[in-house]
């Protein structure tokens, strides 16, 4: 039996770079301001989906909601071995917070229809709420395993899935379809060099445009042409994946972030301490006498 997977992923800032300089006045990421990366667990959950593929012969569809330039990381995920790219892009989208990017998500599991598993990384490191798997699960009225790292089994009507608490681990069964987040638990494949030479010209009809913004007529050519060889990444905007105008987007965003600070700790003075019984003692008298210790 075949099953239909959707791994939603994201194309994120690098947070290792970030600062307050990064925020806009509202309160969101300046995306454009920092280099963007394959957010981290959604690789785990693509590389889990893959091996269910490897396993199973299972379909994997992939997912992003973000700006035309997200397209690289469908492209990765395809040279990865997905099977299909989808990119929702649309400016109505932008500022939105989980509870947005939540239910456009849901909009594009419904719109595909047919979906057994639905796979999430953990959480995204621009925000670090892991809010966003179990909102799309409660939206699409299915049942949930959160903190996945491994699929014992999937069968007809039913997952079995191993998943991480503090201590130990859980073996949870639930009936299909449902959804998984899936934390940092496997190592995912690199790029096939077979698949990034027939991938490596794809691109979304936002790309293009951007490309050739000078020259439309040329543009509608390379999708045509990219069209012809099932190069061109399918495109969505918020109406075509049937999404209420009110509920995505920084309109639907009841979250506002309203400060973003970068904290920089810096050495006070520093006192060498001899490395003898005598030396020690003395420190650990100063740190009682201060009440650091005791």
Request: glycine content about 8%.
């Amino acid at each position: 039996m075949s099953f239909n997977l959707l791994v939603f992923i994201k194309q994120v800032p690098d947070t290792q770079n970030i600062s307050g300089d990064a925020m806009t006045p509202e309160g969101t990421v300046n995306r454009a301001a920092l280099p963007a990366i394959f957010n981290p667990e959604d690789l785990n959950a693509l590389e889990m989906a893959l091996q269910l593929k490897d396993r199973y012969g299972v379909n994997v569809t992939v997912a992003t909601m973000g700006m035309p330039a997200a397209a690289e990381v469908l492209r990765q995920a395809l040279c990865r071995g997905a099977d299909r790219a989808l990119l929702v892009t649309d400016r109505a989208l932008a500022g939105a917070d989980t509870l947005a990017t939540s239910y456009t998500l849901s909009c594009v599991a419904k719109m595909l229809g047919n979906i057994d598993l639905v796979l999430c990384g953990r959480q995204a490191i621009d925000g670090d709420t892991a809010q966003v798997g179990p909102q799309i699960a409660e939206k699409l009225n299915i049942p949930q395993i959160c903190y996945v790292e491994e699929v014992i089994s999937l069968e007809k009507g039913k997952i079995t899935a191993r998943r991480s608490i503090e201590g130990g681990y859980e073996i949870l069964e639930s009936p299909l379809p449902a959804l998984l987040t899936v934390i940092d638990c496997n190592e995912p494949r690199p790029e096939s060099v077979k698949l990034m030479m027939k991938f490596k010209r794809a691109r979304s009809a936002g790309e293009i445009a951007m490309a050739y913004k000078n020259d439309p007529a040329a543009a509608e050519s390379v999708k045509a042409e990219l069209a012809a060889k099932g190069l061109l990444i399918e495109e969505f905007n918020a109406a075509a994946i049937g999404a209420d105008p009110a509920r995505i987007g920084f309109t639907g965003s009841p979250t506002k972030v309203k400060q973003v600070q970068s904290v920089v700790l810096t050495a006070g003075d520093a006192k060498e301490v001899s490395p003898t019984a005598e030396g020690i003692g003395d420190l650990m008298h100063e740190l009682i006498s201060d009440h650091t210790l005791g």
